[in-house]
């Protein structure tokens, strides 16, 4: 089976057929995901912040869905209209290039240094300032990664930073790489803004899911900035988008053109229409080997007012008042994503929609025994940049030595094989029974 962008999967004899529902699949695997650990700690609306080493990947899950888009595009001017899980992606991440433009402003990506150069503590031949670098000199990275197989060198990161920063705009080193640090949190709490309060939700109302290797050093001063109160970093934030495929059921998607007002539609003719579209689903779903009990026929309609070329899609039942109840539905979905509605506005039905999910066997996950706990002694101790507080010494844990109850106060530096968790101070951490890190940002210890 391979994942599609859909959220799903489908066999390679179809993918021949639709080889571009194979597009942005990756960043699709990483918002399952997401969707799943929120499910697992109790939250209904998640943003998932995926942050690698050239960029980062959105997505929101609200009412424990995820939002699904319609028509999206791989590059500009190249529409795809299978449905496909929102995902926002910008240039942001640990390889992203410190620069100043040509106005005498700090920028940060959307360039990127890549693996090759890479960031200049890599020691293999770049020398302008990434994210990394930043992150480096501050402390909140420290010079051995991944488990001691890749060393980091902390004076090519500091002279890159001076040299393009901190001398041009007259600043201190330190100085320097929390601004690179902090402009591109800014970038991503920008990002976040656009997939929530542009859709008409509050950030405040949803916890960050941090991962992608280097989203747990960025995730609490990101949900710091937009008032979010719950940072969850996942037991692997490395590998988190690749978990996603293992949770995703056979899918496919069959829409059909139904275009008219909703009042003078023929509600039998929709029904007719949606049965047609299901009995194909079926036998779709059977040549694949599904079980009957275990098919799962979605229906939903897109609507819009009268005189709009956009529309919106609204789940749609079936029977007598289905279509009535849509177009109340789809007021109500209006308001909240446009802050506008208008009741007497002639509706037009624009198309029909079908989600055929054949539902497939997956791993179960079983929670630890929770124990209340300090952490014990940290495997060492470094001073760490923090912004206002400066530099405080700051205690570094291994996270496979932090059993579920664990409990303790930032700051403190998590370390483990695929990524990197900052605890900021005047936070609390403590790790659930699914061994997440959930960080609280209420202010504490002022």
């Given amino acids: 089976m391979l994942l599609h962008s859909g959220g799903g999967s489908m066999t390679p004899r179809l993918v021949e057929k639709f080889p571009v529902r194979l597009a942005a699949s990756g960043i699709a695997a990483g918002a399952i995901s997401a969707k799943h650990i929120a499910q697992q700690c109790g939250y209904e609306n998640a943003v998932s912040l995926d942050m690698g080493g050239t960029s980062t990947d959105i997505s929101l899950v609200a009412g424990g869905e995820l939002r ?11 529409p795809i209209i299978f449905p496909s899980i929102e995902v926002l992606t910008i240039g942001a991440g640990g390889g992203s290039l410190a620069h100043i433009d040509i106005a005498g402003s700090l920028r940060n990506g959307p360039q990127s240094a890549g693996a090759d150069p890479g960031p200049a503590c890599y020691e293999t031949g770049g020398d302008q300032p990434t994210n990394t670098d930043a992150n480096v000199v501050l402390g909140r990275l420290g010079t051995s990664l991944a488990g001691g197989v890749k060393q980091l060198n ?3 990161a500091e002279s890159a930073i001076r040299r393009v920063v901190a001398e041009p705009l007259g600043m201190g080193l ?8 902090a402009v591109a949190n800014a970038n991503m709490a920008d990002a976040v803004r656009l997939v929530s309060i542009r859709r008409g939700y509050d950030p405040r109302d949803f916890a960050l899911l941090a991962f992608g ?6 995730g609490a001063d990101v949900a710091r900035e937009l008032g979010i109160p719950t940072v969850v970093v996942p037991p692997s934030p490395g590998v988190t988008s690749a978990m996603g495929c293992l949770l995703v059921d056979i899918q496919h998607d069959f829409a059909q053109m139904h275009t008219g007002l909703a009042s003078a539609a023929d509600e039998e003719g929709i029904e007719q229409a949606f049965v047609s579209l299901e009995s194909e689903a079926a036998a779709r779903l059977r040549h694949e080997g599904v079980a009957d009990e275990n098919a799962v026929l979605q229906r939903k309609i897109s609507m819009r007012y009268q005189g709009q070329w956009r529309s919106l899609q609204v789940p749609m039942g079936s029977g007598p008042g289905a279509l009535e109840q849509a177009v109340r539905t789809f007021h109500e979905e209006y308001e909240r994503e446009f802050a506008f509605r208008q009741d007497d506005a002639p509706v037009e039905v624009y198309q029909l929609h079908l989600a055929a999910v054949g539902k497939i066997p997956k791993p179960s996950f079983r929670p630890a025994s929770v124990v209340a706990q300090a952490p014990g002694t940290p495997a060492e101790r470094r001073p760490v940049f923090f912004g206002e507080d400066g530099w405080l010494e700051t205690p570094v844990y291994d996270r496979s030595e932090l059993a579920a109850g664990t409990a303790f106060v930032g700051p403190a530096i998590i370390n483990q094989l695929d990524s990197t968790t900052v605890v900021p101070p005047h936070t609390r951490a403590e790790i659930d029974e699914w061994l997440n890190i959930r960080i609280h940002l209420e202010e504490i210890n002022r």
């Fill in 68 to 78: 699904v888009s319609q028509e999206w595009q791989v590059e500009y001017g190249h």
């Fill in 174 to 181: 330190e100085e320097a790489a929390h601004a690179v640090v």
């Fill in 154 to 156: 902390s004076a090519l």
């Fill in 213 to 218: 290797g280097a989203g747990a050093l960025h």
